[in-house]
């Protein structure tokens, strides 16, 4: 893509990886190319140079909107990637800064001739907008860009193998239910993910790259940061413009312990660990049959923060379950898609494949509702109280409460109290948008993924994908039958410690003294029910069933009127008969 440069004898090939999300020597056929590059004998004699290339962009997805322990996890991912090039003979350099000024200076400075990397296929607005410039940049510096579309299982675009291409080459044309996706996939290849490429050796880099890095001007210099708070302010944004804010005092709060440190290396230590050592928990595994209560160790892989990243090829995640289920026991009973880990893949596609399409028919639609194809407009209320008292899990709903702490300490919680706490946020009972709760969440958890929270954020408030919005979580019943004696609210809301199993979960029913035993002091050291869930979670059945009939009505004066409506997608619409008795999820 863009201009080429091609060496000649004067000119060798000097070529550049720039790493972004994909960050990992394994399955990446992006660096390997750059690599072949250098190594052509028949484009330069002896061979060329490459220069493998992190920069710490502040406005990134990544790092404008994220918390200390995520700014760690991102510094240890680069940390451990650039060992990694080290046992290579190489090393990464790490520039800080916007890469639309930074890669031109890098350019020239090395006299780079090509750069590959990995593609953003999801059309998050800050990526597309920087990759724009950075390719007419590098049309005028006469660099060759070539990208790899290797985020997902298989290209989500219009190219060979691609989901696009296998419905018309049209992005709007894409199955907007799992179960049609599922059958897309099936079609292409029969159904076969592509396997991983291997992790380039020590071999594969340039013959003088050893000697050349070893005496470069620049070993002292492109190291990366050791500290978050090295990481730049974001470019144009006021401090009220972007959260969490936090300083280097924050930085060494010990109470923060993060579910998973970062890097390649620990990506696939815990893919070893948790799939590939346990072949028949990974071919019985069932993700709704996991428990969202564990105390002690996680009942899950927890290898999202690493697929978020790229430190871990989906790919590569995909054959290790299809290896272990090989070798599990005949006796066990196998689990399939969608419930599968084979099939927390293949969500992880879709909502990569929803996020392109949306953004395809409307430009940066996918984190909002305006114009979004896949959503509903509702009328959500905006109150700063609720959404402050959800955020610092002050709702005086206990399991609720418990989520949010486990999120701001750990930066994870399991799928289902994500569940609940969008639940609550939503149309469940404080009825505050879904654009809110996931800017928090994007935010606060380290698998943060602009196509994957903006998804689940849709569809848990029945916004789009998922219409059953009389189907309500409660924050007192869902989660009794699994945790009745309240262990995972006695760890994560202490001032509750000491009661009783009996009120655990609703400590404003129990008397005085019971209260005053337990050392709560309701209204004081924790809060009283910030609603009524039996009331509210009603009334907002009641304005959520109104909402779409309102959106019914408008999809129906678009066609009328011969517009197509942006909310009008192909998702699977919403139920025609309105249920008119709540569901409580137990």
Known sequence: ????????????????????????????????????????????????????????????????????????????????????????????????????????????????????????????????????????????????????????????????????????????????????????????????????????????????????????????????????????????????????????????????????????????????????????????????????????SPSTTVLSPYLSLGCLSPRTAWHAVAD?????????????????????LLWRDFNNLMSHSANAQFPGSWGRMEDNPYCRDVPWSSDAKLLAAWKGGRTGYPWIDACMAQLRTEGWIHHLGRHAVACFLTRGDLWQSWEVGADHFEGELLDADYALNNFNWLWLSCSGFFYQYFRCYSPVVFQKKNDPNGDYIRKWVPELANLPAKHIYEPWKANISILNTAGVKLGKNYPRPIVDHAFVSKENMNKMSLAYDMHKDKQAASKKNGKKSASSGSAKAPPKKKAKKQMKLK
Not at 24 to 46: K, Q, V, Y
Not at 324 to 344: D, E, F, I, M, Y
Request: charged share 25%; net charge negative; glycine share 6%.
């Open 1 to 296: 893509m863009s201009a080429s440069k091609k060496s000649t004898d004067a000119t060798p090939v000097v070529s550049m990886h720039w790493f972004r999300k994909g960050l990992r020597l394994h399955d990446n056929p992006a660096l390997l190319h750059a690599l072949s590059l250098a190594n052509d004998d028949t484009i330069t004699e002896g061979g060329g140079q490459i220069y493998p290339v992190y920069i710490v962009d502040p406005n990134s997805y990544q790092l404008l909107k994220c918390s200390v322990m995520r700014a760690k996890f991102v510094l240890e991912c680069i940390q451990d990637l650039h060992d990694s090039l080290k046992e290579c003979g190489s090393r990464l350099y790490v520039v800080t800064g916007d890469p639309v000024t930074v890669l031109p200076q890098l350019w020239e400075e090395w006299g780079v001739t090509h750069m590959t990397n990995e593609l953003d296929e999801t059309g998050e607005p800050y990526a597309v907008e920087r990759d724009a410039s950075v390719r007419k940049a590098a049309k005028e510096a006469g660099v060759e860009v070539m990208e790899f579309a290797t985020e997902t299982l298989r290209p989500l675009g219009n190219v060979t193998g691609g989901y696009v291409a296998n419905v018309g080459g049209l992005a709007s044309n894409v199955p907007g239910t799992m179960a049609s996706f599922q059958k897309l996939l099936s079609r292409i290849d029969r159904g076969n993910v592509p396997l991983p490429v291997d992790a380039p050796s020590k071999n594969d880099f340039p013959k003088n790259q050893s000697d050349n890095t070893n005496n470069d001007d620049d070993n002292d210099k492109y190291l990366p940061l050791e500290h978050p708070w090295e990481i730049p302010w974001p470019r144009g944004y006021e401090r009220d413009e972007i959260g969490p804010v936090w300083n280097r005092k924050d930085c060494l709060d010990k109470s923060l312990s993060p579910i998973a440190k970062g890097g390649e290396t620990l990506a696939l230590e815990r893919l070893q660990k948790t799939v590939s050592a346990r072949p028949d928990w990974t071919a019985s595994f069932e993700k709704p049959k996991t428990s969202c209560t564990e105390v002690s």
């Open 324 to 344: 272990a289920n090989k070798r599990a026991s005949s006796k066990t009973n196998r689990s399939k898609p969608p419930v599968s880990l084979h099939g927390q």
